[in-house]
DNA sequence: GCAGTAAAGTTGTCAATACAACTTTTCCAA
DNA sequence: TTGGAAAAGTTGTATTGACAACTTTACTGC
């Protein structure tokens, strides 16, 4: 079951089966799960293995620990930590949510708008639209400095996240990036393209993402619906 | 140097008196700390307590480990306050525009609502109102755990910031938060209060604060009118 | 039946140790 | 002088053991 002979760390391993059996509803929300001996017992490891298992859950927000009581699964709805710059895709996953992504043929045009931070410039524009259990949660706009990102068009694919590509492929990582909130009401053909009545309220963010030797290389517009999802961030105390 | 006989772990401890050290220039950014196993040696601990110290200091942001390297002190970042959403966020058109506050009379009352992190518990509650050119833009309902923050109904002014209120008297810092955005209409006693037509749409932001030996012991509703003023934040690439 | 107490169970903290994996430094040989 | 290998140093992972602090359960005496 755990594969000690593995350079998975077997803290790692531990949290990843556990993680599926709480998605898998083994272990339902509220309900606690083995003691931490218990645990240990099972699968033949140390108590303090277990607790660093359980500790990379307690960090994603699936697991809770209530001294002199036991570990359990948190029965708040997930939240999806969407923005804080870890990927889409990733923080979808991190919570067991599965994403059903569209992605539209990639255009390449010169960005005409005001406030744009590639205004004037040549961009591939995504666009992207992501369901969960087949409603529409999230339409992504993003553009990309097509000087910055030669031949992006012809990489990207549906399932594949854009942080991967970008990191992969051009070797760039955003180190940090300025968003915007605001409730807007959607306009018609996005309201069409998401299932929704025209008009509706909807949370849009704004980003601008910043790489080490390419500030301001892209941008996304996140139309997001926060009636399904809770959208999130984990924010520290000292920030960039 | 350090007490086993408080009960403040030791691992807090050390964390603390690293973090003033830092703090007081010590360790420079980008300068090596001592080895764990010095360290442990240093203050006659074992290195899984060292470890769990810089562990800590790794997650505020201070600190990065490099495998067969050492601990180094990260280039510290500008403290945000994490009290207020104009301390994280920051309006562009309210920029330099000082926010006019008022602040209720503090009341403590038990906390009864689902998915609250101090549910069934004793809370201290703030409320604040923010205006621009005198119209609300921002309300703010903080709750602090009233067990954790003692007398604190009694401690709070108008002029006086929240995070030094808790840094002096209580001497506690919240490490980090994680926060959520919900469109949501505004309830109608709310709306009255911030000259809104009932059944407006309007951003409202849940955060959870944490601090280092009280996880959740603070929670903040903050609703914020995004049609005058657009709420933005920089962020930082995550290190984990 | 009930309250209070004891016992058992669970997480929190900490020590000491060991080996693995990686980085940096040192040193030797070409 | 330089390249490469060895050695030393450092963090990563993992085990075992122990006690403290807290919660839940069980039991006892009334």
Redesign the pocket.
Known sequence: MLN?AS???????LAERLFSEIRAGRYPPGS???????L?ETF?????????ATAALIQRGLLE???????YVRSVPAQVDLFSLAGTLMSFEAQGIALASELDRPRTETIDEAGHPLQSREAVRLTRLSRVDGEAVLLEEIDFDAERFPGLARLVRKDRALSDIVEQHYRMRPESADQSFRVVTLPRPLAKRMGLAAGSAILRVDRTLHFALAPSAAFARMYCRTDRFAFSQRIGASHA
Request: glycine share 12%; no cysteine.
């Open positions: 000690s350079p998975i760390p077997l803290y790692h391993q606690r799960l083995p003691s931490e001996h218990e240990a033949g490891l140390g108590r303090p293995t277990v607790r660093q620990r209530r001294r002199g009581s036991g570990t």
